[in-house]
């Protein structure tokens, strides 16, 4: 793990935002991919937000890549290009919480600031029997302070890492490896069988149904395309003319859409896809594609744009577009 080898504040950063929510197989790559072009801080502040969208296309959560950029505008622009050198300071940054904090001071700075994450909260509640809902308010207080209690003064750098290894290696959320654990003989929950109660956590995820109709709507080889909005979980990504329900996809009479009738008097359906389904973490989207191909010019609506293929590939896109234009439905490049 390269950021492993590295005392750099913005590396480490760096490191700590793309692995949140993500494996650090899936990880790796795209800070490979962010340090071979925004080498500095200042790199990454100065970089045009369309083009960073891009680089993190396929990550997922791009409110997180949304807000680095921002956070690093704000290094640069009010701290001078330099991350501040302590737990404190690192928390009066815009975008830069407690946990990500105490990863960079204590990683880049060696002070003496317990990182919690997922993984830390498993092992000391199974470890030390500990059943504070983790979702709970009082959860990051009682978990922090224990944390905080253990670390070491002499290497919290490693205390940090190590910690956070041993619970997403060892006493893993599933079939811990309790027979050869260093705990056995002194964890809580492995003396009162607690390790699949332990940690407990009440609070479920609401998952929200989305039906998204696609219109792939081509003129003179190129496709129609716009930015989403602000405050849409794929916002600053570009995607296709979007009919949504809330029920079920549609068919193409119970649509009932000024500009895509006009458009559907003037085209042909080349072909449509079957219903994709795509999985998100507060959401569940039923997806198919309809390409729509004019013989007759039409005006783009406000907000939309006709893009070559060339352009479509340079724009920054929601993988679920991403994985319709590799696949065998859009059939624009044969």
């Not at 960079?104 to 002070?111: K, M, N, R, T, V």
Request: charged content about 25%; aromatic content about 12%.
């Amino acid at each position: 793990m390269p950021w492993r080898k590295t005392k750099d504040p913005y590396k480490i950063w760096l490191s700590e935002v793309i692995l949140q929510q993500t494996r650090v197989a899936q990880g790796s790559p795209y800070y490979e991919k962010f340090v071979e072009n925004y080498p500095t801080i200042v790199d990454l502040a100065s970089a045009d937000e369309q083009e960073v969208l891009r680089l993190w296309q396929g990550l997922g959560y791009y409110s997180r890549v949304r807000n680095m950029h921002a956070t690093a505008k704000i290094v640069v622009n009010d701290f001078d290009g330099v991350f501040p050198n302590t737990y404190a300071g690192l928390l009066k940054l815009k975008g830069i919480g407690p946990y990500t904090a105490a990863a960079i001071a204590s990683f880049a700075f060696d002070e003496k600031v317990a990182v919690v994450d997922g993984n830390v909260y498993r092992v000391l509640a199974r470890v030390f029997g500990v059943e504070t809902d983790i979702s709970s308010h009082e959860a990051k207080k009682v978990f922090g302070e224990l944390a905080n209690e253990l670390i070491s003064a002499e290497s919290p750098s490693v205390y940090n890492q190590a910690i956070m290894e041993f619970g997403a290696i060892h006493c893993t959320p599933a079939n811990p490896d309790c027979m050869f654990c260093v705990f056995a003989e002194s964890c809580v929950a492995n003396a009162k069988g607690m390790q699949a109660i332990l940690p407990i956590k009440s609070k479920k995820v609401k998952v929200r149904n989305r039906f998204f109709d696609y219109f792939v709507i081509e003129q003179n080889g190129s496709f129609l395309m716009h930015q989403r909005p602000e405050g849409d979980i794929w916002t600053g990504l570009n995607d296709f003319y979007l009919v949504e329900n809330e029920e079920k996809l549609l068919e193409l009479d119970e649509i009932n859409d000024d500009f895509l009738n006009k458009v559907l008097s003037k085209a042909i359906i080349k072909g449509y896809s079957e219903s994709i389904k795509h999985i998100l973490t507060h959401q569940r989207i039923e997806a198919r594609f309809w390409h729509i191909v004019l013989n007759e010019e039409v005006t783009a609506p406000a907000g939309y744009e006709f893009y070559s293929l060339d352009e479509v590939e340079a724009l920054p896109k929601p993988i679920l577009i991403e994985k319709y234009l590799k696949g065998a439905w859009f059939s624009a490049k044969k």
